[in-house]
């Protein structure tokens, strides 16, 4: 089985933090995400990358950069925290972008960031 | 038009009914369709795909209806442990080119003894 994993699972910042957000897959998988899910809003793109050090913005960008220098590893990185960015955020990976047969997306178990 | 639609519910059932979730689509060009199953604080986990034959998981039964753009996801006796939101995924692909997932918001189901 695929394993995403999510080093911090709970996090608390406080408002101007720089925060980095940690994610390694084990299934040598091409593309890596990062979603946000909000209570009424479901998940939404943040950014992907479907290769090293090659990126993609998702549906909402803005106040996010992102980082893979290494196939296995996808980094989220808030270069100050905001408030408006206390959510779970959930890394996926998939072993490529058709989505077809058994290439499916797979979730990290997420992490719950906190912007006091 | 949302591009994925799902009821939010909540659907309260008691055990060993047989519940239904629909999901309509917006994007003809939609290609292949799933259903994920998203426990409480917990990460979405793929359920099943659903073919356009339509597929069936022991009590789980996905169909897809294009002409109408819509897929189904049926729950015959419901057990405590099928307490969820199921979320609905849709595939955009265009041709050969790479897809893009598209999920709704989720329906939650609440199994009751």
């Known amino acids: 089985d695929v394993k995403v994993t999510q080093s911090s699972r709970y996090l608390v910042k406080r408002t101007g933090e720089k925060v980095f957000l940690e994610c390694v897959q084990d299934?040598?998988?091409?593309?890596m995400f990062w979603y946000r899910q909000d209570p009424g809003l479901g998940l939404r793109l943040i950014y992907f990358s479907y290769d090293v050090k090659m990126k993609e913005k998702g549906d909402i960008p803005e106040g996010y950069s992102v980082s893979r220098e290494k196939k296995e590893r996808f980094s989220l990185i808030l270069e100050s925290a905001s408030t408006n960015q206390t959510s779970m955020y959930l890394c996926?990976?998939?072993?490529?972008?058709?989505?077809?047969?058994?290439?499916?997306?797979?979730f990290g178990a997420g992490s719950r960031l906190t912007v006091l | 038009r949302k591009e994925v639609e799902q009821d939010p519910g909540p659907f309260n059932v008691p055990e060993g009914a047989t519940v239904a979730f629909n999901c309509t689509y917006s994007?003809?060009?939609?290609?292949?369709f799933f259903w994920y199953r998203q426990d409480c604080r917990k990460e979405p986990k793929l359920l099943m795909s659903v073919y356009s034959s339509g597929n069936e998981d022991g009590r789980f039964t996905a169909q897809l209806n294009r002409a109408s753009q819509y897929i189904s996801l049926l729950i015959r006796d419901s057990k405590l442990s099928d307490s969820a939101t199921y979320l609905c995924v849709v595939n955009l692909r265009y041709g050969g080119s790479q897809g893009n997932l598209i999920f709704g918001k989720g329906t939650k189901l609440s199994v009751k003894p």
């Open positions: 996926a990976s998939s072993k490529d972008r058709t989505f077809s047969g058994a290439n499916v997306l797979t």
């Open positions: 994007n003809s060009a939609s290609q292949s």
């Open positions: 299934m040598d998988h091409e593309n």
